[in-house]
Antibody, heavy 121, light 106 residues
């Protein structure tokens, strides 16, 4: 079964760029036709979808973050990445990577354990 | 913009049936997914496409939809069912989550 693991700095300074990587194991990231997403969750609030990358590299982002977000995929390293620029305290959250369920369903069927990113000076 | 509305909390006694709703404009035309999140853990998909249960999810959990309101039902609620539950749908190629319902088993 596919497994996902987030990694990256837990502390980012305001105005800097947040960078996270999601390493995929148990399957090749390039096998099948899947969407790979980033989702974040501020403390005490519901999840917020950030965006996704298709196995072939096509990306879509949530409109409110589109100007600051880049999601990319590296099939040679079996991982995909998130970059969020010009961060503020409002970007403090647990960040999850996820894969769709498959069988033509875009539901988020597989999740990483999440990583807390704090934006603070 | 598209929004999903959930009641903040639902409380039931052990053995009772818990019903959690999710409403939104045009929800009748969209598939709804449901996620269960226990404290300190990642969300887990429990219902997709309004009413389908992934492998390994308890048969006590079911989903339904009537018009613009989707409902997640847990029969014979147990203490282990205590968690936050989120509905989710897609609108204009964007995933939208509801604010969540905290299920308390008294």
């Amino acid at each position: 079964q596919v497994q996902l693991q987030e990694s990256g700095p837990g502390l980012v300074r305001p105005s800097q760029t947040l960078s996270l990587t999601c390493t995929v194991s148990g399957d090749s990231i390039s096998s099948g036709s899947y969407y790979w997403s980033w989702i974040r969750q501020p403390a005490g609030r519901g999840p917020e979808w950030i965006g996704r990358v298709y196995t072939g590299g096509f990306t879509t982002y949530t409109p409110s973050l589109e100007r600051r977000v880049t999601i990319s995929i590296d099939t040679s390293k079996n991982h995909f990445s998130l970059r969020l620029s010009s961060v503020t305290a409002a970007d403090t959250a647990v960040y999850y990577c996820a894969r769709d369920f498959g069988d033509s369903s875009p539901s988020f069927g597989f999740w990483g354990q999440g990583t807390l990113v704090t934006v603070s000076s | 913009s598209f929004e999903l509305t959930q009641p903040p909390s639902v409380s039931v006694s052990p053995g009772e049936t818990a019903n959690m709703t999710c409403s939104g404009d045009r929800l009748a035309t969209k598939y709804v997914s449901w996620y269960q999140q226990r404290p300190g853990q990642a969300p887990v998909l429990v219902i997709l496409q309004d009413r389908k249960r992934p492998a390994g999810i308890s048969e006590r959990i079911s989903g339904s939809k009537s018009g613009n309101t989707a409902t997640l039902t847990i029969n014979g609620t147990q203490a282990m069912d205590e968690a936050d539950f989120y509905c989710q749908a897609w609108d204009s190629n964007t995933a939208i989550f509801g604010g969540g319902t905290k299920l308390t088993v008294l």
